[in-house]
Structure formats: C-alpha cells, structure tokens
C-alpha cells in the first residue's frame, strides 16, 4: 500500500520560502508524477503542480509559476516542495499526491503551514 | 482565467439518487479532460472516487458512477448513504495545468 507523508515547518514568516518535503513509502517512485495540491482553511482545493520521476519535467499552477520549485530526491524516496515570498494567502494544509496516468490516486494526510509573523 | 464550476451544495435523502456535475468555461467538457472526482470528510484528506470520466478505482462503492452530461463531466450517486454526506470536487487536465472545482457540499438529510 503507498502511503505519502508531508513534513515541514508548520509557521513561515512572510516573504519566507516555504519548503516542504514529502516521503513515499510501500512503493517505487519510477514511472509516476509527484505533485501538491493545497487547501486554504475552510476553501477549496487549488492545484500547485507535479514532477515526473522518469524525465524530471515539472508542471506548474501559472499564478503561482514564478515562486515555486518542486523538484525529486531519489536516494531518498523523497520529493519537495518550495514556495519563495510567501504572504497570508499561502495559509494552507499543504497535500502531497501521486500523480498517474490521469490520475491523482494516492494522497498524503496533509500538513498545515500558517504565514504568520 | 478558465474556471472550473460545480453546484456549491446539494441536498438529498438516503435512498435517493443524485448528480453533480462540473462544467468548464472554456466549453464543453470531453473526455479529454479526463475528468477526475474526490470526496472530502470534514478533518480529511480528499478521497480519489473516479478518474477518466468514469473508471474507478479499486476502493470507490459501485454506488458511484461517472459520465459526460450535457457538456459537462457527471457524478451520480445512486441509492445515497447517511456516510456519502462530504464534500466532492472535480478535477480537470487542460494540457500542461490541472484545474479543480470549487466543491459541492453535499447534504444528507
């Protein structure tokens, strides 16, 4: 069974990088995307974007294109997330997620990042 | 900007059967845009119920179904449970960017 975990700093101060890292586990990271997807407290869902394993090609949400990096560690069976200049508006539980053949099948549970000073 | 629409809430009774669906404004929804769906408890991360218009995966209740209706990608429920109570967002592919619904509350009541 693949299981994704978030971590990372749960408090990141305006115009900060929020970097969060997430560990794949009961499975191989070959052949798959691995992506974000966030959730601001009580809204809904917005997609950030995804890495291939294979290539390393990167897809990215156009608003958020010119802050954002995300990017694999192999060795690691771990892949990453940076937001750089944060604000409030990047007040969100942050969702690690499995990307397939057009498909978003395996989720992580979620961590919760504030921007706050 | 090309927005994804849902109905923001819905109410229905067990038993019943109901549809939701998730329109998008550059036209009709195809399969080409391999519409997915998730379902969301409160507390919860989102649940993936179908993907490619309306191929399941191997936990979704045979309840759910997926289909193109009317220009748009279609979740039906048929026979509602008290648990089917959530919320439930569609996932669209646009080329090189993924869009999301912004969410239908469905109700059980």
């Known amino acids: 069974q693949v299981q994704l975990q978030e971590s990372g700093p749960g408090l990141v101060k305006p115009s900060e990088t929020l970097s969060l890292s997430c560990t794949v586990s009961g499975g191989s990271m070959r052949n798959f995307y691995w992506g974000w997807i966030r959730q601001p407290p009580g809204k809904g869902l917005e997609w950030i974007g995804f890495?291939?394993?294979?290539?390393?090609?990167?897809k990215y949400n156009p608003s958020l294109k010119s802050r954002l990096a995300i990017s694999i560690h192999t060795s690691k069976n771990q892949f990453s997330l940076n937001l750089s200049y944060v604000t409030a508006a990047d007040t969100a539980i942050y969702y690690c997620?499995?990307?397939?053949?057009?498909?978003?099948?395996?989720w992580g549970q979620g961590t919760l990042v504030t921007v706050s000073s | 900007q090309t927005v994804v629409t849902q109905e923001p809430s819905l109410t229905v009774s067990p038993g019943e059967t109901v549809t939701l669906t998730c329109a998008s404004s550059t036209g009709a929804v195809t399969s080409g845009y391999y519409p997915n769906w998730f379902q969301q408890k409160p507390g919860q991360a989102p649940r993936p119920l179908l993907y490619s218009t309306s191929d399941k995966h191997s936990w979704t209740p045979a309840r759910f179904s997926g289909s193109l209706l009317g220009g748009k990608a279609a979740l039906t429920l048929s026979g509602v449970q008290p648990e089917d109570e959530a919320d439930y967002y569609c996932l669209l592919y646009y080329g090189d960017t993924v869009l999301i619904g912004g969410g239908t509350k469905l109700t059980v009541l």
């Open positions: 997620v499995r990307v397939g053949e057009w498909l978003h099948d395996y």
């Open positions: 890495v291939s394993y294979n290539i390393g090609i990167t």
